[in-house]
């Protein structure tokens, strides 16, 4: 195979691969916060440490290699990105990371799955996205977010016998079973933070058309999610002691919490977002499903049972659908893109 189609090959594959890559980090995630709560570390707080570094960590890079790019921050397009902030950081974190404390990592996993289902319909609604029921792809698109919700609801209803464990798990997570028995409570938190979650993509794919600068958008994000954090952490966390974090387990997940998920994988989102569109950033969902259920039971020793299995076969036979459908817009938009820059191919000449 030649190098540029090497190159090219790279090139197709590259969203795909950046969202896994982020899908990964997230599932971390997962585990290291739900061991900081279980140690004691207030959510909120959390929230708004972790925006701080993540707004340091990302400035010098949005600074010096966007300066030529970043457009004039009008007042209109920050109260934009104030509201984009509100939503996707200040409302969308604070809720999901307090459901994480109240239920478990796989049930926070499955039900962010919703995500995908519900961008969709928004994005449909708001002309964002392309769908033609008289195709293959177009029904594809709807198939595929309904079967990967089915597997998600699978997951989170059904349990079946539970898997025989393979022996001592290496990592053992001590759990607040006190905090943990308010469920009902973490469920309504789960839900509420994916339909902000929602929201905030779509909003996304529209700042980001008048506002092109990925890093600049991120870190301004982070910013101003940590200050709207930090208002409502002090209205809820009066103690001071809630504020203080030492060299511990509390200290790690805020550092990784910031540098990789607020800062890296947050811009690989905006990233994707801007050249694939709001749905398929959301598609990938399921893949953090499936890596949080395999390594509870694997390496944390929770139990895994059949109904994990079962949705986790049918989530995979989602996103595969809705891959597939996705793929005919981004041939769509690259020939689309050949017609402008070359008239001669939307003339009809050779």
Same mark, same amino acid.
């Given at each position: 195979m030649k190098p540029s189609s090497l190159?090219?090959?790279? &090139?197709?594959?590259?969203?795909?691969?950046?969202?896994?890559?982020?899908?990964?980090?997230?599932?971390?995630?997962?585990?290291?916060t739900e061991a900081s709560?279980?140690?004691?570390?207030?959510?909120?707080?959390?929230?708004?440490?972790r925006h701080i570094v993540a707004g340091i960590a990302m400035f010098p890079f949005a600074y010096f290699l966007e300066r030529k790019i970043r457009p004039k921050l009008t007042l209109a397009l920050f109260l934009e990105i104030f509201v984009l902030s509100l939503v996707g950081v200040t409302l969308t974190l604070n809720m999901y990371f307090a459901s994480l404390r109240y239920t478990s990592p796989t049930f926070v996993a499955?039900?962010?799955?919703?995500?995908?289902?519900v961008t969709f319909v928004i994005a449909v609604v708001l002309r964002l996205e392309t769908l033609d029921?008289?195709?293959?792809?177009?029904?594809?698109?709807?198939?595929?977010?309904?079967?990967? &919700?089915?597997?998600?609801?699978?997951?989170?209803?059904?349990?079946?016998?539970? %898997?025989?464990?393979?022996?001592?798990?290496?990592?053992?997570?001590?759990?607040?079973?006190?905090?943990?028995e308010q469920w009902l409570k973490g469920s309504f938190l789960t839900i509420a933070s994916s339909i902000t979650w929602s929201a905030m993509y779509i909003m996304q %794919?529209?700042?980001?058309?008048?506002?092109?600068?990925?890093?600049?958008?991120?870190?301004w994000m982070c910013f101003l999610g940590a200050a709207?954090?930090?208002?409502?952490?002090?209205i809820v966390a009066r103690k001071p002691a809630d504020w203080r974090i030492g060299l511990n387990i509390d200290l790690w997940s805020t550092i990784y919490g910031g540098v990789v998920v607020s800062g890296l994988i947050v811009f690989i989102q905006l990233w994707c977002t801007d050249k694939r569109g709001p749905?398929?950033?959301?598609?990938?969902?399921?893949?953090?499903?499936?890596?949080?259920?395999?390594?509870?039971?694997?390496?944390?020793?929770?139990?895994?049972?059949?109904?994990?299995?079962?949705?986790?076969?049918?989530v995979i036979g989602g996103l595969y659908l809705l891959l597939w459908g996705?793929?005919?817009?981004?041939?769509?938009?690259?020939?689309?893109t050949k017609e402008q820059s070359d008239p001669k191919i939307s003339q009809g000449e050779p």
């Open positions: 190159h090219n090959v790279y &090139l197709r594959f590259k969203p795909l691969l950046l969202m896994v890559l982020a899908q990964l980090s997230y599932t971390f995630l997962y585990f290291i709560f279980n140690h004691g570390m207030n959510p909120h707080v959390y929230v708004t440490y499955s039900v962010v799955n919703t995500v995908a289902a029921l008289r195709n293959a792809r177009g029904m594809a698109k709807v198939l595929g977010t309904l079967v990967s &919700l089915a597997g998600v609801t699978i997951m989170t209803v059904y349990k079946g016998p539970a %898997a025989r464990n393979p022996g001592h798990p290496p990592i053992h997570i001590q759990r607040n079973n006190i905090i943990q %794919a529209i700042t980001l058309k008048r506002y092109p600068a990925q890093l600049s958008l991120t870190t709207q954090s930090a208002v409502f952490t002090v749905v398929f950033a959301t598609m990938f969902n399921p893949v953090s499903t499936i890596l949080v259920a395999i390594l509870a039971y694997f390496v944390f020793g929770e139990k895994l049972f059949l109904g994990s299995i079962v949705g986790a076969v049918v996705k793929e005919a817009d981004h041939q769509e938009a690259q020939i689309k």
